[in-house]
């Protein structure tokens, strides 16, 4: 292990179109001391051949073939390869900001183990960004710039998978690419959330973050919304559940269902409440949906809020917090 060297981990597929700007971002980070370890995961495409052009030029740059198949195989491979005291990810089709590698090693040695240096984001697009993105552009950059992203975890991912650095030690201890769960970028925030590592405040764009049709996160089947909710679940009950305490779900659209049938599978009890008076009293997969009230008749309760109206959320959350509960440990919204 090289002490201060940056290993920058980048699994590729077919992205030969944008592997030039972004190896040329790299080039011209301010912080020097970096290696990369990109590996090709099958690609059918010039990818290779334009990674080894640049490796070729440059030897800090390391072009592997995938010992596996998929994403995460290609990250073990790459991780397996590494040298340097810190690690991060880079997406071959991103962008860096000059200064990225600079003020995230800064941030590690200020702040000491036991941290993420996280950077704020910013979409781009040749056909621009739709209202999504841009939404979670900005809650994303919200958390990020008070260093609050795992107080929102089960929402949405909170720390972008291609914007972060850890010491090598804390990466280790967290598990590092090993497990095989999808989406993995998801999965190894949970594992920082589990580990106790703190979140560096950043409020600094440093990474540009593209978005096309064709992007892994928009068509592979790893990253549809049920494996989403998979790890939610799984982490809840590991992380956050407490089985001495009533559980409750609220809503019953597409999460609410799949996290009931979720916790019925681990044979966990819940008591199930709705807003909806078409659905209170009625029954899905035999659970009866009950009016909210009836939260005020269960003693220490906890809540998993599947209900993704923004407008309802504020009102939910001023609910229970007439009812003296706290976030993160009296209730979780998954939406």
């Known amino acids: 292990m090289q002490q201060g060297k940056v290993s920058i981990v980048i699994p590729f597929k077919n992205t030969a179109h944008y592997l030039p700007e972004c190896l040329d971002s790299i080039l011209g ?24 052009q640049y490796s070729s030029k440059d030897s800090r740059i390391k072009v592997f073939k995938n010992e596996g198949e998929g994403i995460i195989p290609a990250l073990q491979t790459a991780y397996a390869k590494s040298s340097g005291a810190f690690i991060t990810r880079m997406d071959s089709d991103d ?21 993420v240096a996280v950077g704020q984001v910013k979409y781009f697009s040749d056909r621009g960004i739709s209202n ?28 972008p998978s291609p914007c972060w650095m850890v010491h090598r030690e804390d990466f280790e201890r967290c598990g590092g690419f090993e497990p095989l769960r999808y989406p993995e970028d998801y999965d190894l925030t949970f594992r920082f959330y589990e580990g106790g590592l703190r979140i560096i405040p950043c409020d600094e764009i440093l ?28 982490y809840f009950l590991k992380l956050n559940f407490n089985g001495n305490r009533p559980l409750v779900v609220w809503g019953a659209g597409f999460k609410g269902k799949a ?15 709705c807003d909806n008076p078409n659905k ?56």
């Open 95 to 115: 962008i860096m900001k000059p200064q990225r590698l600079q003020r995230m090693v800064d941030n590690l040695i200020a702040t000491g183990k036991g941290h």
């Open 259 to 273: 996290i009931a049938k979720g916790l019925q599978h681990h044979g966990i009890n819940f008591t199930w409440l």
């Open 132 to 159: 999504g993105y841009e939404r979670y552009e900005k809650w994303l950059n919200g958390l990020t710039s008070k260093g609050t992203n795992f107080d929102e975890i089960y929402k949405e991912c909170v720390i």
């Open 207 to 234: 990474h540009l973050w593209r978005d096309y049709d064709t992007r892994t996160s928009r068509t592979h089947e790893h990253y549809a919304q049920n494996y989403f909710l998979d790890i939610k679940l799984h």
């Open 280 to 335: 209170i009293g009625k029954k899905i997969y035999h659970e009866e949906l009950m009016h909210f009230d009836v939260l005020k008749t269960l003693k220490n309760p906890q809540s998993m809020i599947t209900v993704a109206n923004s407008k309802e959320q504020r009102e939910i959350k001023k609910y229970l917090k007439g009812l003296g509960q706290k976030p993160m440990e009296d209730y979780f919204f998954f939406c």
């Open 29 to 52: 980070q301010t912080y020097s001391n970096w290696e990369v370890l990109a590996v090709d995961d099958h690609s059918n495409d010039q990818s290779f051949e334009v990674l080894s």
